[in-house]
């Protein structure tokens, strides 16, 4: 049995696009993700295409099944009151961490996007951590960054910690506004689940944070809950 409490000396940041719980057998399956969600034993999970697109968006993930993840509560950012997210962006925190003020994004680009944040109190320290999903254009990706990083740039302080699909197939170009700031770190291709070829999903770490370990989660079920393979990084306060 997963244990729902937090580790000393361990904080466990999962990023996974669960693409509204739609498998690549072509199967939605709400159950499957959290299986898999589970299995990570997270502290702090940042979710991608965490609701369904039309009407009042409501949640991929019923809350009935998000009750069985064991000591993981979702974070209030509901886009509407019955989306988990905002603009599918979701966070879901372990019992124990305090959290505290919340920060939801309007991205520009030619798609609707969004990005959530939260100010969180952990057993390793205060922590910001933001959850992200960038636009499939470059140019829009581009906006959406210089977005991001001036709107951190006018709140309080923090180390401060992203994570997401990035939507950038480069592992050279195309993020450099974000590195400027952060140190951006790829545990490995992720994308597509079935044979990967992508790094899409990142974590941005800044100032103050290091990552101990990583790693992509190849283990059974994650290749056919999704068409992306969640990653994980164990971060530690510097």
Known sequence: MTDTHLRPGRLRLVSYNIRKALGTDRRRNPARICNVIAAMEADIVVLQEADLRLGARPTAIPLTELSQLGGLKAVDFGQSARSLGWHG???????????????????????????????????????????????????????????????????????????????????????????????????GRSFHARRPVAALDRIAIGAGIVIAQSGVWHEQPAPAASDHLPIWADLRHA
């Open 89 to 187: 962006n979701a966070m879901l925190v372990r019992e124990g961490i305090e959290v505290g003020a919340l920060h939801k994004m309007v991205l520009p680009g030619f798609e609707p996007r969004g990005a959530i944040f939260a100010d969180l109190e952990t057993p390793a320290g205060p922590l910001r951590v933001g959850g992200l999903h960038l636009g499939l254009l470059r140019g829009s990706r581009r906006l959406q960054l210089s977005h991001i990083v001036d709107e951190l740039d006018r709140m309080e302080p923090r180390p401060t910690v992203l994570a997401g699909d990035l939507n950038e197939w480069s592992e050279r170009v195309g993020l450099g506004r974000l590195a400027r700031r952060f140190d951006i770190h790829a545990p």
